[in-house]
């Protein structure tokens, strides 16, 4: 018999994970709703069971077709564990298609619900846009951070809090420092031995930035390569051949 704890995991794996990635994969280019749990977990299970569904009819068909490739499952609907024991193998390859099944098919869903032109929305503060994201690698973020007296601070960014709220953040410049004072033209440089200055964001106006490269890495040199136009473009059709090598490889297992 198989252990009720067993049974859970695999319940959940089956169920939950398809629909927490198509939910992930959903919420990258669909602005942020205002949803309560229930809605946001009734909808993951439901994509998980229609995921699941799909794909457990996906290796009902395999077995049907090539005997032995794939779990019987009326037979393993009416002995349980005793079938899981007479066939360990076999149960576990057929599990592992098909929660491999159940996540591509989520994948190409959502890449046929999506327009092609839908640009991923980045969940995340402008702060980390304008200072990380953005800079990319190589480069440093130069800051002009003017206070709400006039003050202008400029330096590297060097961190920053992540209070959602920014006047509850602390922004932290790093070397070379320096400050203009209101109604000053020039600013003065802080000496080279005062390496960092924290401001607190509730005094914070408005914020320039510039992006410097660093001089031991140039510009560009640390770009991540991208995958293929094809790929990028329609990755449906890759989950469907990714599908299809799954069959193919429990067709070949059946062989053995």
């Avoid at 959940?12 to 709703?33: D, H, I, M, N, S």
């Avoid at 298609?97 to 890449?111: F, K, S, T």
Wanted: aromatic share 6%.
């Amino acid at each position: 018999m198989v252990p009720s704890s067993v049974a859970a995991v695999v319940v959940f794996l089956v169920l939950v994970t398809p629909g927490t990635a198509f939910e992930l994969l959903w919420q990258r280019t669909r602005p942020r709703r205002d949803e309560s749990a229930f809605i946001e977990v009734s909808r993951v299970v439901l994509t998980g069971v229609v995921f699941s569904a799909a794909a457990t009819a996906t290796l009902a068909g395999v077995a049907a077709l090539v005997t032995g490739s794939a779990v019987d499952p009326v037979a393993l609907l009416r002995d349980g564990g005793r079938y899981v024991d007479r066939h360990p193998a076999l149960t576990i390859r057929s599990l592992a298609a098909l929660l491999g099944l159940a996540l591509l098919y989520a994948v190409a869903a959502h890449d046929l619900l999506t327009p092609p032109n839908a640009r991923r929305i980045v969940q995340e503060t402008a702060w980390h846009t304008a200072f990380s994201r953005m800079a990319g690698r190589g480069a440093r973020a130069f800051l002009s951070v003017q206070l709400k007296d006039g003050t202008t601070v400029t330096g590297y960014s060097a961190g920053y809090s992540t209070e959602p709220d920014p006047a509850k953040r602390d922004l932290l410049l790093a070397a070379p420092l320096a400050i203009r004072p209101p109604g000053d033209d020039e600013a003065k440089a802080l000496e080279r031995a005062w390496q960092t200055l924290a401001i607190s964001g509730a005094e914070i106006s408005t914020i320039a930035a510039c992006y410097v490269t660093r001089p031991d890495q140039p510009a560009g040199s640390g770009t991540r390569p991208r995958a293929p136009t094809w790929l990028r473009e329609r990755p449906w059709r890759s989950c469907l051949a990714g599908a299809a090598g799954i069959v193919a490889l429990l067709i070949v297992f059946s062989l053995i």
